[in-house]
């Protein structure tokens, strides 16, 4: 029997899907492993309409069998997660991390995992331990009194920025407009700051001037001079930092544009 079709008969209300798929994305990858549990997913919704499907994220390797040259590691089952994170927030379905507990300095603790032995070619770093899966039954018990509350929200995104570094699921990551804004704003800063240091400082006929003035003190002139030279840069600088500043407000505009346009 297939498992749309237990569903049905059994008029299950909920339905869990365990996201594990270490073997799958080992032969098949994160995208397509991703579309075999949609497959079951859809599968389920469309014999059982009225279920509530909940599906749970993959967990990580430990950091000695976290190798970037292999295909299972930790890069590979957080881009999947994220994946899997979008089918269930396009389709209405709830996401459990149930990853993160079980994480350390970006890694499956190895605490947590039961076949770390790196010396053994039978072990691959990735099996819980009974004490992961307490911790696995209380994640489950914290979003079970979440949703009767009604204030669970799934997580923003689950991320992993490097090799052992941190894989976070519910961390947000920036947008590429949050990125641009932000570079915006630091340039507009340093424009700012860059257009003080030239109001402040005296320009290069001021300088002479002075110089011609106090001819009569050598140490003064020179001095003057040296600050009348050093303004330049800052300008120069000032006037590529605006045109920075201006350049990608014009791509801002025709982006937002370009939408309009579509939307249209």
Same mark, same amino acid.
């Given at each position: 029997m297939k498992i749309e079709d237990a569903v049905a008969a059994m008029g299950s209300k909920t339905v869990?899907?365990?996201?594990m798929a270490l073997n799958e994305l080992a032969l098949f990858g994160a995208e397509a492993s991703v579309s075999n549990l949609a497959a079951v997913a859809d599968a389920v919704k469309a014999k059982s309409p009225d279920a509530r499907i909940v599906v749970l994220a993959n967990t990580y390797r430990t950091r000695d069998f976290n190798d970037s040259r292999n295909k299972?590691? !930790? @890069?590979?089952?957080?881009?999947? !997660?994220n994946l899997l994170l979008d089918y269930c927030n396009e389709n209405g379905? #709830?996401?459990? #991390? &149930? @990853?993160?507990?079980?994480?350390?300095?970006? =890694?499956? @603790?190895d605490k947590f =995992?039961?076949?770390n032995d790196k010396s053994n070619s039978n072990c691959l770093g990735c099996?819980?331990?009974? #004490?992961?899966?307490?911790?696995?039954?209380? &994640?489950l018990r914290d979003y079970a009194r979440a949703k009767q509350a009604g204030v669970y929200v799934n997580p923003t995104r689950c991320r992993y920025t490097g090799r052992n570094d941190s894989?976070? =699921?519910?961390?947000?990551?920036?947008?590429?407009?949050e990125k641009q804004a932000f570079y915006i704003v630091m340039s507009a800063v340093l424009a700012l700051c860059i257009l003080g240091a030239c109001i402040t400082a005296p320009d290069d006929a001021s300088s002479d001037a002075s110089s011609a003035a106090e001819s009569s003190r050598p140490a003064e002139k020179h001095r003057f001079r040296r600050r009348g030279r050093a303004?330049?840069?800052p300008r120069?600088?000032?006037? @590529? =930092?605006?045109? &920075?500043v201006r350049a990608a407000f014009r791509r801002k505009q025709r982006a937002a544009g370009g939408k309009q346009r579509a939307a249209g």
């Amino acid at each position: 029997m297939k498992i749309e079709d237990a569903v049905a008969a059994m008029g299950s209300k909920t339905v869990y899907l365990s996201g594990m798929a270490l073997n799958e994305l080992a032969l098949f990858g994160a995208e397509a492993s991703v579309s075999n549990l949609a497959a079951v997913a859809d599968a389920v919704k469309a014999k059982s309409p009225d279920a509530r499907i909940v599906v749970l994220a993959n967990t990580y390797r430990t950091r000695d069998f976290n190798d970037s040259r292999n295909k299972l590691n !930790n @890069a590979g089952i957080s881009e999947y !997660n994220n994946l899997l994170l979008d089918y269930c927030n396009e389709n209405g379905f #709830d996401f459990v #991390d &149930v @990853a993160t507990p079980l994480m350390e300095n970006g =890694c499956l @603790a190895d605490k947590f =995992c039961s076949d770390n032995d790196k010396s053994n070619s039978n072990c691959l770093g990735c099996h819980l331990t009974t #004490d992961a899966y307490a911790i696995w039954t209380a &994640v489950l018990r914290d979003y079970a009194r979440a949703k009767q509350a009604g204030v669970y929200v799934n997580p923003t995104r689950c991320r992993y920025t490097g090799r052992n570094d941190s894989a976070h =699921c519910g961390e947000r990551i920036h947008t590429g407009n949050e990125k641009q804004a932000f570079y915006i704003v630091m340039s507009a800063v340093l424009a700012l700051c860059i257009l003080g240091a030239c109001i402040t400082a005296p320009d290069d006929a001021s300088s002479d001037a002075s110089s011609a003035a106090e001819s009569s003190r050598p140490a003064e002139k020179h001095r003057f001079r040296r600050r009348g030279r050093a303004v330049g840069g800052p300008r120069r600088l000032g006037r @590529a =930092c605006g045109r &920075v500043v201006r350049a990608a407000f014009r791509r801002k505009q025709r982006a937002a544009g370009g939408k309009q346009r579509a939307a249209g």
